[in-house]
């Protein structure tokens, strides 16, 4: 026996409704076999988006496709490498960063943020923000009424646990394939209930601001 990844995409239409774009069956596994972790994982989005934005750009489509990492999964990547006694203050400092008013001023109390951790005898934490805080600011680029929508993960994983809590009363499945049949007839649901009725995103704002761009180009 066994675990089965199940991959599920979403995405927010031109009218601005969630919907569900996808699922397979995943088998994102590391060579022993072990589950990858939040933060692995994390990292071979990236690379698969990465390669798949080269592809992309090749082919003419979704050429400008950003990669936005979940702010709050990064929080709790950078806490791995806090001691406790000192998450309470370091966390606050991340908050700081995501409280800025566009990406520019997020970098540099970043910077900051960076210095006094370096201080602090925080090495790790501090060379992890440096490297990564740029992957948690995409949202930054859209308009400021739907950062709280893009910045974290949590439409998502809303959907994840509704389908954990329906996997675990079934319990075993006899193949991947079984799994996934029920992981759909229940995204199905989703999509066909509030969740996919209700409007997510504005996005008259987002047009409204790419007819900005034009007219100042």
Not at 67 to 92: D, I
Not at 106 to 117: E, G, H, I, Q
Not at 120 to 140: F, N, P, R
Not at 143 to 156: K, V
Request: glycine share 6%; proline share 3%; charged share 30%.
């Amino acid at each position: 026996m066994q675990n089965v990844s199940i991959l599920v995409a979403i995405g927010v239409d031109s009218e601005g409704f969630r919907t569900i774009l996808g699922a397979c069956e995943g088998g994102l596994k590391t060579g022993g076999q072990r589950p990858l972790s939040c933060f692995a994982l994390a990292l071979l989005a990236q690379k698969t988006a990465q390669r798949s934005e080269r592809r992309h750009e090749r082919a003419g489509r979704l050429p400008e496709a950003k990669w936005q990492r979940c702010v709050v999964h990064w929080y709790r990547n950078v806490f791995g490498l806090v001691p406790r006694t000192r998450m309470k203050e370091v966390s606050a400092m991340l908050k700081a960063i995501h409280a800025q008013e566009d990406r520019n001023t997020a970098l540099k109390k970043s910077a900051d943020v960076v210095t006094k951790l370096c201080e602090m005898k925080l090495g790790k934490a501090a060379k992890m923000i440096e490297e990564s805080v740029d992957e948690t600011l995409s949202y930054m680029a859209f308009p400021q009424e739907h950062w709280t929508r893009l910045r974290t993960n949590n439409p998502l994983e809303r959907i994840m646990r509704e389908i954990r809590r329906r996997t675990r009363v079934v319990g075993n499945f006899p193949d991947g394939e079984a799994a996934l049949m029920l992981v759909c007839a229940r995204l199905r649901h989703i999509s066909g209930t509030r969740w996919g009725s209700k409007k997510y995103l504005d996005m008259e704002r987002l047009y409204n601001q790419e007819r900005e761009k034009t007219a100042v180009a």
